[in-house]
Each structure stands twice: as structure tokens, then as C-alpha cells.
Nanobody, 124 residues
Framework: QVQLVESGGGLVQAGGSLRLSCTASGRLFSGYGVGWFRQAPGKEREFVAAISSSGGVTYYADSVKGRFTISRDNAQNTVSLQMNGLKPEDTAAYYC?????????????????WGQGTQVTVSS
């Protein structure tokens, strides 16, 4: 069993930065890809970023490319999402998820463990 806990969300002004962290319990984390997804009120959950087990492959949604950076520290069982240049449209609950395999993937059905989410609110 793997438990994922997100932290680092909050309220920030447009143009500001936040760093989200996803910390996993258990040993079944470092060998798997991890993704970040977000869901705004009234909208479908969408892909944000993903990283392979080694950290060597990363993917980003077009809407966050160049502003967000995903990274991982397998020794600490942690995956981070550095978010710079935040916009009001980035407001959402952000979820991390552990994948079924080593690869990074943008597809939600490729993830089988999900955290409870952390709220990010960007004011204009």
C-alpha cells in the first residue's frame, strides 16, 4: 500500500510562486513514474506534469510549460512541483499520483495511487 500526501498549496498573487511536494509512505515509490494533476471547480481533472522513476523523462501540459518544473528525490520519497509565474487560471486542487510503471505518462488511467490534494488559489 502506498499513501501520498501533498503539501505546499496556498493563496498567492498572480505572478507569484509556490512549491508543491508529494511525499510517499512505503518503499513502492522510487521505481514508479509520478504525475501531478489538477482540478478546478466545475472542470475535469487535467494533467499538469509527470516524471519517470529515474527523473530522466518529464512531460508538461502546454499550459504550464516553461513555468512549472517537476523534480524528484527518491532518497526522500518526494516529488516536487515548482510553480512560477502563477496565473489565476492555475487555481485548482492539485493532486499527485503514482504510476503503474517506471515511465512518465500524461494518462490518468496509468496511475493507481492518488493523494488527497492541496489547494492552490491565485488571485488577480
Amino acid at each position: 500500500q502506498v499513501q501520498l500526501v501533498e503539501s505546499g498549496g496556498g493563496l498567492v498573487q498572480a505572478g507569484g510562486s509556490l512549491r508543491l511536494s508529494c511525499t510517499a509512505s512505503g518503499r513502492l515509490f522510487s521505481g514508479y513514474g509520478v504525475g501531478w494533476f489538477r482540478q478546478a471547480p466545475g472542470k475535469e481533472r487535467e494533467f499538469v506534469a509527470a516524471i519517470s522513476s529515474s527523473g530522466g523523462v518529464t512531460y508538461y501540459a502546454d499550459s504550464v510549460k516553461g513555468r512549472f518544473t517537476i523534480s524528484r528525490d527518491n532518497a526522500q520519497n518526494t516529488v516536487s512541483l515548482q510553480m512560477n509565474g502563477l496565473k489565476p487560471e492555475d487555481t485548482a486542487a492539485y493532486y499527485c499520483a503514482r504510476g503503474l510503471a517506471m515511465k512518465a505518462t500524461m494518462i490518468q488511467r496509468d496511475y493507481n495511487y492518488w493523494g488527497q490534494g492541496t489547494q492552490v488559489t491565485v488571485s488577480s
